[in-house]
């Protein structure tokens, strides 16, 4: 079992759909979370990144995170065709490693 | 501020061959993470270096290397190249403090073995 699940998608919604992605991880150990995004043949993007339980807002991105249930989201509100892409979860210990554990990545598309 | 800055974007190597890829960080950045992407394995840490010392490494065999200079400059080599190697090869940098700061990746070298 991997330590981090994505589920790899494809997933298709309509523009302006509220887009819900999730990562479920297995390492307690994980405290550190961030969200990229990837388009075709660039570097991951980064997104969003938290270090503690609860939600955190920054722009038409939310992120949550649930440490008692080892589970994390991302949330794109009004979802456009430009957010068409592959959204991978990354996390890590907060113990100054640098080693980050990717998720398999979900890849969305928003038609419009 | 200028980002994350790989060499060379694109580059076919044949069997056997040996690759040497660059990374230069962002200015102020002294740790720097390589990382390998596959569409069968996805994206796997190689190893981190943060002032010119490796400080984490990944589980991928003797074959991968890397070092660090002292302009946080990064390059990893890859010796005698399986087909296996085929990837898209990612740095990432980041200030390298202990908690609470962000990495940042570059637009990755593609390499072809053939």
Redesign the interface.
Known sequence: QKEVEQDPGPLSVPEGAIVSLNCTYSNSAFQ?F?W?RQYS??????LM?T?SSGNKEDGSFTAQVDKSSKYISLFIRDSQPSDSATY?C?MSP????????????TRLQVQP | KAG?T?TPRYLIKTRGQQVTLSCSPISGHR?V?W?QQTPGQ????LF?Y?SETQ??K?NFPGRFSGRQFSNSRSEMNVSTLELGDSALY?C?S?S?????N???????S?LTVV
């Open positions: 550190y961030m990229y043949r660039k570097g991951p993007e980064l990144y270090y991978l990354a907060d113990t100054g490693r640098r080693a980050l554990t990717f998720g398999s990545g | 994350v790989q740790s993470s990382y996805g994206l796997q840490f981190e943060f400080r984490n990944g990612l990432a980041s390298g403090q202990a908690s609470g962000t990495i940042y990746f570059g637009e990755g593609w």
